[in-house]
């Protein structure tokens, strides 16, 4: 059963907070917001990005009667997920072949951080240059 929509954050391309129904641990958005989220949207054909689509030949893979599995979608785009229900939070990575060609290619997401002096500093700014990342947690 569906539980009732609750905020829910995603951590795709950027972070989105939208609302999700819950069922179990899959949630279940309203179609129309897939392109914000994932940068895809349901088509007849599948799910599609400007010219590119990824076929879909049964619909129902997806679909929910609340609206679209987000766990479902990002499978058939070939996207990891991470999902925390009790922080309703969900985690979408890169495709496969993205990390791929990331790890070929030697390139970091181009991530925004701040420096020592609080200024928010893009890794893009110091491309071809060697730098140190130190990244900790409390937890």
Avoid: K
Wanted: hydrophobic share 45%; charged share 25%.
């Amino acid at each position: 059963m569906t539980g009732t929509s609750a905020p829910t954050t995603v951590l795709a391309d950027d972070a989105s907070m939208v609302d999700a129904a819950w069922d179990g641990d899959h949630p279940i958005i309203d179609p129309a917001l897939l392109a914000r989220v994932v940068g895809w949207q349901l088509e007849p054909e599948g799910l599609c990005r400007e010219d590119a689509c990824v076929p879909l030949p049964d619909h129902s893979t997806i679909e929910h009667p609340d609206g679209v599995d987000l766990t479902a979608v990002a499978d058939a785009l070939g996207r990891p997920t991470l999902v925390d229900v009790e922080a309703r939070m969900v985690a979408v990575g890169a495709s496969a072949a993205d990390r791929q060609q990331a790890l070929v290619g030697r390139r970091a997401p181009d991530a925004t951080l701040l420096d020592l002096e609080g200024t928010q500093r893009r890794l893009s700014e110091w491309s071809g240059t060697r730098r140190l990342l130190v990244a900790f947690s409390s937890w």
